[in-house]
């Protein structure tokens, strides 16, 4: 029996040729590993295939946060370059950043991002984290939006390119504040979320900005011991409604994404969706019982991270294991630009 708050237990082996480095020329034609929580029963798809899996007044839930291009490339006064992650917004022209390499920032200072922009950096706080102040304040978002660059995760071993502005980007992201994009959804196109509506599927949005959390691996030997970051989030009035008549009518909910799945979660009250707005560090990994969605759309998810654990909590440790052993023996595409499960 495995200890399921041992961080080894969600250990796996990944071969690196199936971590996706790009994303495939159609949004849709990725593949769909379905998995069935009850039975550990698997079936091999195209994403397309969902709606097939959804039914008529069932809730689809989506998160509309957009990724900015939070990496700035910028220059101290002696020319040294320095690279700038932005984290979260703390005012209308103040963030809170990471800075790298930190050791080249040893006092505040002023940093060049531009001609027209610059941004004056702190000294970093117990976590690593410093403060940037923009100036000019007025306009300074327009500058970021052409200097900036899209922030690729770490395993896309290359820089960022300009189809990465798109294909880094689910085509209903609306709401600007995401340092990575929420990538079950980046299957999505138009045609695909039209075809669903006829179906008389429901599709509302909630909103998590993804942060820090998600560059960060689990390092504690008991995962319970793992601190998540904070995420703000927000779940409107017309989706908790949606979401609760569909409950009480018997009708599911399908989250899409590990964010979609978090936020419903920080906003259930016995069984219900409240709405609203706050910061949530909800940590999901087995034992937790889920109060809203009973199907979820996501990605393939790194080894020892807290996102394989959530999934763990929602399908069985078992049943997810033996799903990725499937997918890796089947060449699946792996990570933010790889394929797709659909847990049901």
Request: glycine share 8%; proline share 6%; aromatic share 10%.
């Given at each position: 029996?495995?200890?399921?708050?041992?961080?080894?237990?969600?250990?796996?082996?990944?071969?690196?040729?199936?971590?996706?480095?790009?994303?495939?020329?159609?949004?849709?034609?990725?593949?769909?590993?379905?998995?069935?929580?009850?039975?550990?029963?698997?079936?091999?798809?195209?994403?397309?295939?969902?709606?097939?899996?959804?039914?008529?007044?069932?809730?689809?839930?989506?998160?509309?946060?957009?990724?900015?291009?939070?990496?700035?490339?910028?220059?101290?006064?002696?020319?040294?370059?320095?690279?700038?992650?932005?984290?979260?917004?703390?005012?209308?022209?103040?963030?809170?950043?990471?800075?790298?390499?930190?050791?080249?920032?040893?006092?505040?200072?002023?940093?060049?991002?531009?001609?027209?922009?610059?941004?004056?950096?702190?000294?970093?706080?117990?976590?690593?984290l410093r403060e940037i102040e923009f100036s000019?304040?007025?306009?300074?978002?327009?500058?970021?939006?052409?200097?900036?660059?899209?922030?690729?995760?770490?395993?896309?071993?290359?820089?960022?390119?300009?189809?990465?502005?798109?294909?880094?980007?689910?085509?209903?992201?609306?709401?600007?504040?995401?340092?990575?994009?929420p990538t079950a959804g980046l299957h999505f196109?138009?045609d695909l979320l039209d075809e669903l509506r006829?179906?008389?599927?429901?599709?509302?949005?909630?909103?998590?900005?993804?942060?820090?959390?998600?560059?960060?691996?689990?390092?504690?030997?008991?995962?319970?011991?793992?601190?998540?970051?904070?995420?703000?989030?927000?779940?409107?009035?017309?989706?908790?409604?949606?979401?609760?008549?569909?409950?009480?009518?018997?009708?599911?909910?399908?989250?899409?994404?590990?964010?979609?799945?978090?936020?419903?979660?920080?906003?259930?009250?016995?069984?219900?969706?409240?709405?609203?707005?706050?910061?949530?560090?909800?940590?999901?990994?087995?034992?937790?019982?889920?109060?809203?969605?009973?199907?979820?759309?996501?990605?393939?998810?790194?080894?020892?991270?807290?996102?394989?654990?959530?999934?763990?909590?929602?399908?069985?440790?078992?049943?997810?294991?033996?799903?990725?052993?499937?997918?890796?023996?089947?060449?699946?595409?792996?990570?933010?630009?790889?394929?797709?499960?659909?847990?049901?």
């Amino acid at each position: 029996m495995p200890d399921l708050l041992d961080l080894e237990t969600y250990n796996f082996q990944l071969p690196q040729e199936l971590i996706a480095q790009y994303p495939l020329p159609d949004r849709g034609s990725s593949r769909l590993l379905c998995l069935d929580r009850e039975t550990g029963n698997v079936a091999h798809l195209s994403f397309r295939d969902i709606v097939s899996h959804i039914n008529p007044g069932e809730v689809l839930i989506l998160n509309s946060s957009r990724v900015i291009p939070a990496r700035l490339f910028g220059r101290k006064d002696n020319g040294t370059q320095v690279e700038v992650l932005l984290v979260n917004k703390l005012s209308d022209y103040t963030w809170r950043c990471m800075v790298h390499p930190g050791r080249r920032l040893k006092k505040e200072q002023w940093i060049e991002f531009s001609p027209a922009l610059k941004g004056f950096v702190s000294l970093p706080d117990e976590d690593g984290l410093r403060e940037i102040e923009f100036s000019p304040a007025q306009g300074y978002w327009q500058i970021i939006e052409e200097v900036g660059h899209m922030p690729l995760p770490p395993y896309i071993r290359r820089t960022d390119e300009a189809s990465d502005r798109n294909r880094y980007q689910t085509v209903y992201a609306t709401e600007p504040g995401s340092v990575a994009a929420p990538t079950a959804g980046l299957h999505f196109d138009s045609d695909l979320l039209d075809e669903l509506r006829k179906k008389g599927v429901l599709i509302h949005n909630v909103v998590l900005h993804v942060g820090l959390g998600t560059f960060l691996p689990v390092k504690s030997e008991r995962i319970d011991q793992h601190k998540m970051h904070s995420e703000y989030c927000t779940v409107p009035r017309e989706t908790a409604e949606a979401v609760n008549s569909a409950i009480a009518g018997g009708r599911r909910v399908v989250a899409v994404g590990s964010t979609s799945m978090r936020t419903l979660e920080s906003f259930a009250r016995g069984g219900r969706l409240e709405s609203g707005s706050r910061w949530t560090d909800i940590f999901i990994y087995p034992g937790y019982r889920f109060q809203i969605a009973s199907a979820l759309i996501t990605n393939f998810h790194l080894p020892k991270s807290s996102l394989l654990m959530m999934i763990s909590a929602f399908a069985g440790l078992g049943n997810v294991m033996k799903a990725y052993q499937m997918a890796v023996r089947e060449r699946y595409r792996f990570f933010s630009y790889g394929d797709a499960m659909y847990i049901s």
